[in-house]
């Protein structure tokens, strides 16, 4: 067999088909990585098909018959340079076999009419997630009294197997935290607690999640996972990092969908390719900028084509780890070491997003359209009064030539040059409008535009004061214009761009190297997809029963976010190098069970937190730490502590300082003194906000990738450079300090100390279960009441004395304190 081997792609020809001369034939058997590595290098080049290898490349023909000298063939195999020369492994070719090839091609170079490739065979693969998903039979146990729904039988049957018995279930008090903290994000109220354990009805429980899941914080607390795995953030990123003021509509968005418990098949399709669905809506437009969290460097001296390709591996590797599940990224530069995943399939996938173009749209929240509509005609007629008054149109229409200029005559003018870099960087698309004619830009480009054109008017008019002057006074009045204006929400959105590029591999991951083209594909190991290759057709295909990772992907990372750990523990890696599921069946199980059930992620977590699995106590039982020491047996309930957001919000709630509205734009709490300044070269503008919005929800804080949130990183919050899908869960010095030092949390515990001393009636005990009830949803045991009785009589003597006989009230911040730093505070029983 002659094999010449791409990517994982096997193109085997049967030696006889391959007959040059008998002597060319055993050099291309045995020298097949000469095919290997110049397919990806050459365009292409086949041996074993003389099209390919007479067409050329990007280099010139492989084979030239009858010239050696002009074949790149033989200049590659002749070669001494490292990455140029072929094979790019393995012993080289002998001088004796390089004389028979320069030979062969000088007499003319002459193939068989039967020489030519024959389709591939679709690679197979062992990999447990990679096969079909299959619905299993849910087992019977023994102790059927114990199972609540299939859940159960399937945990109860593998703890059966093992001689272990299921935890027993939970305190109703901890029941009711845990599920709010799992379901909401935040703690149950005292007034919520008491209706829970004053119901005695058979479906209280049930009762108990359905409202759960109604609330309008569900959405806020399982978007905060989602952000994780788009890895959102509300700036740029790099050196300059500016903010991003409408990245927070894609969030917006994102809380909307989970409310309303949009399929997840609709929410893959939206979030992938909204733009593309038939009269796609601003909202549904607004889903693509899951794809618009990619960094963006703003550096005048990067080149774009590079800045543009890093994007778009972004894009790539965050679509492969949230849908698939696999470390696609592995095969950017070469084929996966230990998946079946080839440098061919990478771009393939790479494709999908080849053609996709940034754009930025009006997204009306409710009630701003009809002020935007009724002002709108005025605002425009002054706007068009104001250009026309300071020359502008004329103006643009030189700068814009000037600028095409440097973009088709590059080096005829430093300075144009330059101002189209430094364009390319701050403004978006920035050739790609320039290059359509006004008539073909939409309202917004043009506006957009023009107002470039007023910040930043280029060389010629840089050296006129005069000119500059008036620039200035305009953009006063403009600014005095829009800022009375109306204006709609905007959103960073995704559009196809039908003179996109084609893709190619890139040789070694080298974004200037370009290898073969590729149209868009999966990976060969996993299904096809069936008609055009597009966005909206890989949307629709990612979320089908046709592939057999989505819902597998989903369901595990679901069960991750209430047990600790997914049942496949490598949530971001089902490939050979992560761990196999402890209970395959039960997540095959689940995986069918969320497509039955219309991808509903309510229905499913309902069927979760239902489970008597679910509802078992989390106390470590003695027996089980040798044996099963990672619970992952599910013997038990797991403690977790909070994320980071959590933890912020629960302080706040509990203290009543929590402003519970939902949506809108990114808040800025006040950051620690020195921390802004740590940005490039004093960028980073943290203007602290003032009134409600310093007591938002954690998901709301402005996210500065170069300067986020000290708190949130103290707590394993992740860098949102990359995809994230599961959190780390430390426990370090620095927090403890941050808890008892923090402003955000010494002012909650100040508020909780005025709440008990103002809705809490009663002697010091009866004041002491009720601020437990507030921090804990539960009363203190005898114990802890007679030693923070103790405490607090400690701290009222320190405040008689300092205060010179005054009140002592402030003997309950102590409490407080000491309430909100207690490890089952920041803990999920």
Partial sequence: MAACIFGGLACIVPAQTI?????????????????????????????????????????????????????????????????????PVGDRLSAAEIATLRRWIDEGAKWPAAAKAVAPARPKSALWSLQPLRRPAVPEPKNRGWVRNPIDAFVLARLEAEGIAPSPEAPRATLVRRLSLDLTGLPPSP?????????????????????????????????????????????????????????????????????????????????????????????????????????????????????????????????????????????????????????????????????????????????????????????????????????????????????????????????????????????????????????????????????????????????????????????????????????????????????????????????????????????AVLPPIPGKPDRLALARWLASPENPLAARVAVNRMWQEVFGRGLARTSDDFGMQGDKPTHPELLDWLASEFGARGWSFKQLQKLVVTSATYRQSSRVREELSSRDPENTLLARQARLRLPAESIRDAALAVSGLLNPAIGGPSVRPPLPKGVAEIGYSQSVKWEDSTGRDRYRRGLYIHFQRTVPYPMLMTFDAPESQVSCTRRPRSNTALQALNLLNDPVFHEAAQALAWRIEKECTGGIGERLDCAFTFALARRPGAGERERLASYYDQQAQIFRKEANGGEPASAWLGVSRVLLNLDEFITRE
């Avoid at 492989?62 to 050696?68: K, M, N, R, T, Y």
């Avoid at 079946?340 to 790479?350: A, V």
């Fill in 19 to 87: 007959e040059f001369n008998r002597d060319v034939r055993p050099i291309i058997a045995k020298k097949c990585q000469v095919c290997h590595g110049a397919q990806q290098q050459m365009n292409g080049l086949r041996l074993d098909d003389s099209e390919a290898a007479m067409r050329g490349g990007y280099t010139g023909a492989a084979i030239v018959p009858g010239a050696s000298d002009q074949s790149k063939l033989i200049e590659r195999i002749t070669s001494d340079k490292p990455v140029f020369q072929m094979p």
């Fill in 191 to 523: 007034q919520q607690v008491a209706e829970f354990l004053a119901d005695q009805r058979p479906d209280a429980y049930d009762r108990l999640v359905d409202r759960l899941l109604a609330s309008p914080h569900y959405g806020e607390k399982w978007a905060r996972h989602w952000l994780d795995l788009a890895h959102y953030a509300d700036s740029d990123g790099y050196e300059k990092d500016l903010s991003r003021p409408h990245a927070w509509r894609y969030r917006e968005w994102l809380i909307e969908a989970l409310n309303r418990d949009l399929p997840y098949d609709q929410f893959t399709i939206e979030q992938l390719a909204g733009d593309l669905l038939p009269n796609a809506t601003s909202d549904q437009k607004t889903a693509t900028g899951f794809l618009r969290n990619t960094l963006k460097n703003r550096e005048a001296g990067t080149d774009r084509r590079e800045a543009r390709f890093e994007e778009l591996v972004n894009r790539a590797n965050t679509a492969g780890t949230v849908w698939l599940g696999l470390t696609v990224g592995c095969a950017q530069c070469h084929d996966h070491k230990y998946d079946p995943i080839s440098q061919k399939d990478y771009y393939q996938w790479f494709a999908f997003f080849q053609s996709a173009e940034e754009e930025t749209i009006d997204a009306p929240l409710p009630g701003e359209l009809g002020p935007y509509l009724q002002a709108l005609p005025e605002f425009r007629k002054q706007r068009e009064k104001l250009l026309a008054e300071y020359d502008i149109p004329a103006m643009q229409t030189e700068w814009e030539g000037l600028l095409r200029g440097a973009i088709h005559d590059p080096g005829k003018s430093a300075e144009w040059d330059f101002q189209l870099t430094s364009m390319q960087a701050m403004f978006d698309g920035a050739v790609r409008i320039l290059s359509r004619e006004p008539a073909r830009r939409t309202p917004a480009q043009q506006e957009r535009l023009t107002d470039f054109f007023i910040r930043s008017p280029g060389p010629a008019l840089g050296r006129d004061k005069a000119k500059l002057d008036r620039l200035k006074e305009l953009r006063e009045k403009l600014g005095k214009l829009t800022a009375a204006f109306p204006a709609l929400t905007q959103a960073m959105v995704m559009e196809e761009d039908p003179e996109a590029e084609p893709a190619h591999i890139h040789i070694r991951g080298d974004w200037r190297q370009k290898g073969i083209r590729v149209e868009p594909a999966p990976p």
